[in-house]
């Protein structure tokens, strides 16, 4: 069956810094792939997606690209800043495994401190 | 209008009540879904709507009812709720089979406590 393996968190940052959090995933299809961000006390903001294997998916900074070879969508930032502080969960669409159904990794808690 | 709109945003009931959630978009979208959110967890999928009509049900108790008059509307009508069924509860939609291009929109959701 299709799933998504996240990095276990939490991630703790400073402000600044470079982050990475790691998602790999197994589908029978070809999946799209996509990031949603969660803020505290709200529901879930679509941040980028890749429907292709080496698209990139890019948005407020934050980037990931669909790498087929080593199924991974691993999110990244250059600089994090507070405002970053959310839980973030990859997730997959596979269309081809008989429902639509977007399944999810398990999340990762950012904390950005100043 | 690219929102989809939940009410209440909370909400505390008794197990003997009867309530319902609402979910509203107007993007046009042929698929809604509800899902259910317990702390710290990933949202877990409940019901998935095409065109109006119920496809997938994902062994949901019967306390939980969904309900879609129209292609702009979701309910989930409550009943007998336990403790455990506190949680968020997530409302999104989706183009038909456009879902893998252009993802799911989600609404912000309804803080239900049972007590």
């Known amino acids: 069956g299709n799933s998504v393996t996240q990095m276990e968190g939490p991630v703790t940052l400073s402000e600044e810094a470079f982050l990475t959090i790691n998602c790999t995933y197994t589908?029978?299809?070809?999946?799209?792939l996509f990031w949603y961000v969660q803020y505290p006390g709200e529901g879930l903001q679509l941040l980028l997606k890749?429907?292709?294997?080496?698209d990139k998916g890019s948005n407020k900074g934050f980037e990931a690209t669909y790498r087929k070879e080593t199924t991974s969508f691993h999110l990244e930032k250059g600089s994090v800043q507070v405002s970053d502080s959310a839980v973030y969960f990859c997730?997959?669409?596979?269309?081809?495994?008989?429902?639509?159904?977007?399944?999810f990794g398990k999340g990762t808690k950012l904390t950005v401190n100043p | 209008d690219t929102e989809v709109t939940q009410t209440p945003k909370h909400l505390v009931m008794g197990m003997t009540n009867k309530k319902s959630l609402k979910c509203e978009q107007h993007?046009?979208?042929?698929?809604m879904y509800w899902y259910k959110q317990k702390a710290k967890k990933p949202p877990e999928l409940m019901f998935v709507?095409?065109?109006?009509?119920?496809?997938i049900n994902e062994s949901v108790p019967s306390r939980f009812s969904p309900e879609c008059p129209n292609s702009s509307l979701l309910n989930l009508h409550l009943h007998a709720l336990q403790p455990e069924d506190s949680a968020l509860y997530l409302c999104?939609?989706?183009?038909?089979?456009?879902?893998?291009?252009?993802?799911?929109?989600f609404g912000s959701g309804t803080r239900l406590t049972v007590v």
């Open positions: 997730a997959l669409l596979d269309p081809q495994g008989g429902s639509e159904k977007l399944v």
């Open positions: 589908a029978t299809g070809y999946p799209s």
């Open positions: 993007m046009g979208h042929r698929a």
């Open positions: 999104a939609s989706s183009q038909i089979h456009g879902g893998a291009s252009y993802g799911y929109t």
């Open positions: 709507y095409s065109y109006e009509k119920l496809s």
């Open positions: 890749a429907t292709k294997a080496d």
